[in-house]
C-alpha cells in the first residue's frame, strides 16, 4: 500500500497520513495536485491532503482538484492539532532573522506573533512547512522557517519560539482520498457533497430546504467559482449521517433534480487528534 503526500518529509501530512493509513508506504510530492494525480494515475493507492484550518479556512487548492479536477473520494478525515514552530540554523539568533519562509496557510496562522516580533521581517511562500524548513537548513542564518518540531529534529535546525500559532486551538482537517467510493454509511461521520443550481431566484433555498425536510444537519456549507464561467458557484456542504443514512440518500436523490450539478466527494469518518507538534 502507497500513500501519497506534500512533501518533503516533516510537513504536517506527513504526519497526517503515517495516522490515516499507519501500513502504507508514504510517498512524498512537490505539492497537491501531483499527490492526488499520483493517487488518481494509479501510482499510489490513495493520498492524503489538507483541505480546512481552522483559522485560516478552506484549503481551496486542495477542494477545486477533488470538485473540478479528479475523480477521487475522501474516505477518511482527521482534525490535526497544528503547532506551528520558529526556527533557525544553529547559532542564529533572533537579530538575524532577514526572512521567514513557510507554506502560504502557516504563515498567516502566525501573524500575531510575526507582527509583534519580526514586523520589518521579509515573508516567503513555498510549498509546504517541510519544504520551508529543508530551505533554511541549507541556507544563511538570516533565514527562519514556520513548521513542525518534527522537521526541525529532521533537518537539524534550533527553534527560537515554540506555539507561534495565533490560537492553541488551531487545527486542520486532513482527508485520505482514493478511486473508490465509499457507499456505506454505516459507522461514518459525515457526507461532503459539491452541488450547483439554476440562476434563477429561490434556487439555492429549494436545495437547502431539502436538508430542512428531512432534518438533516449541515455542519458546513461554502462556495467556489466555477471554472471557466463568470459568475457561477459550486457550493460544498457537510452533512451530519448520525442516524439518518436513509434520509440523507433521498434527500440526495432530491437533490439531483433540482440541482445542475451534483457530485458525492466523500461518506467517511472524522477524528480527533492530538498531534502536529
Same mark, same amino acid.
Given at each position: 500500500?502507497?500513500?501519497?503526500?506534500?512533501?518533503?518529509?516533516?510537513?504536517?501530512?506527513?504526519?497526517a497520513?503515517?495516522?490515516?493509513?499507519?501500513n502504507?508506504?508514504l510517498?512524498?510530492?512537490?505539492?497537491?495536485?501531483?499527490?492526488?494525480?499520483?493517487?488518481?494515475d494509479?501510482e499510489?493507492?490513495?493520498a492524503?491532503?489538507?483541505?480546512e484550518n481552522?483559522?485560516?479556512?478552506v484549503?481551496?487548492?486542495?477542494?477545486?482538484e477533488?470538485?473540478?479536477e479528479?475523480?477521487?473520494?475522501i474516505q477518511?478525515?482527521?482534525?490535526?492539532t497544528?503547532?506551528?514552530n520558529?526556527?533557525?540554523? $544553529?547559532?542564529?539568533?533572533?537579530?538575524d532573522?532577514?526572512?521567514?519562509?513557510?507554506?502560504s496557510?502557516?504563515?498567516?496562522?502566525?501573524k500575531?506573533?510575526?507582527?509583534?516580533?519580526f514586523?520589518?521581517?521579509?515573508?516567503?511562500t513555498v510549498?509546504s512547512?517541510?519544504?520551508?524548513? $529543508?530551505?533554511?537548513?541549507?541556507?544563511?542564518k538570516?533565514?527562519?522557517?514556520?513548521?513542525?518540531s518534527?522537521?526541525?529534529?529532521?533537518?537539524?535546525?534550533?527553534?527560537?519560539?515554540?506555539?507561534v500559532q495565533?490560537s492553541?486551538?488551531?487545527?486542520t482537517?486532513f482527508?485520505?482520498v482514493?478511486k473508490e467510493?465509499?457507499l456505506?454509511?454505516?459507522?461514518?461521520d459525515?457526507a461532503?457533497?459539491?452541488?450547483?443550481?439554476k440562476h434563477?431566484?429561490?434556487?439555492?433555498?429549494?436545495v437547502?430546504?431539502?436538508?430542512?425536510?428531512?432534518?438533516?444537519?449541515?455542519?458546513?456549507?461554502?462556495?467556489?467559482?466555477?471554472k471557466?464561467?463568470?459568475?457561477?458557484?459550486v457550493f460544498?456542504?457537510?452533512?451530519a449521517?448520525?442516524?439518518n443514512?436513509e434520509d440523507? $440518500?433521498k434527500?440526495?436523490?432530491?437533490m439531483q433534480?433540482?440541482?445542475?450539478?451534483?457530485?458525492?466527494?466523500g461518506i467517511?469518518?472524522?477524528?480527533n487528534?492530538?498531534g502536529?507538534q
Amino acid at each position: 500500500m502507497k500513500t501519497a503526500y506534500l512533501g518533503p518529509e516533516g510537513t504536517f501530512s506527513q504526519e497526517a497520513a503515517a495516522l490515516l493509513s499507519p501500513n502504507s508506504e508514504l510517498i512524498p510530492y512537490k505539492n497537491f495536485r501531483l499527490a492526488l494525480k499520483a493517487c488518481a494515475d494509479g501510482e499510489t493507492d490513495n493520498a492524503v491532503i489538507p483541505i480546512e484550518n481552522s483559522i485560516e479556512g478552506v484549503v481551496n487548492a486542495s477542494i477545486d482538484e477533488l470538485v473540478f479536477e479528479e475523480e477521487l473520494y475522501i474516505q477518511k478525515s482527521i482534525n490535526l492539532t497544528i503547532v506551528q514552530n520558529l526556527m533557525v540554523k $544553529k547559532g542564529s539568533k533572533p537579530e538575524d532573522i532577514v526572512r521567514i519562509i513557510s507554506h502560504s496557510h502557516a504563515l498567516p496562522q502566525c501573524k500575531k506573533f510575526i507582527g509583534e516580533n519580526f514586523p520589518n521581517v521579509e515573508l516567503r511562500t513555498v510549498s509546504s512547512t517541510g519544504e520551508a524548513v $529543508k530551505i533554511v537548513s541549507e541556507g544563511d542564518k538570516g533565514l527562519a522557517a514556520i513548521g513542525s518540531s518534527a522537521a526541525a529534529k529532521i533537518y537539524g535546525l534550533d527553534i527560537l519560539a515554540s506555539s507561534v500559532q495565533d490560537s492553541n486551538k488551531n487545527y486542520t482537517q486532513f482527508v485520505l482520498v482514493g478511486k473508490e467510493p465509499t457507499l456505506d454509511y454505516n459507522g461514518k461521520d459525515v457526507a461532503t457533497l459539491a452541488f450547483s443550481t439554476k440562476h434563477e431566484p429561490g434556487a439555492l433555498y429549494g436545495v437547502l430546504e431539502i436538508f430542512a425536510v428531512y432534518d438533516i444537519n449541515m455542519l458546513e456549507i461554502f462556495s467556489r467559482p466555477m471554472k471557466n464561467r463568470p459568475s457561477e458557484y459550486v457550493f460544498v456542504v457537510d452533512l451530519a449521517i448520525e442516524n439518518n443514512s436513509e434520509d440523507i $440518500k433521498k434527500a440526495i436523490e432530491l437533490m439531483q433534480r433540482k440541482s445542475s450539478f451534483i457530485k458525492l466527494l466523500g461518506i467517511y469518518t472524522l477524528k480527533n487528534e492530538q498531534g502536529g507538534q
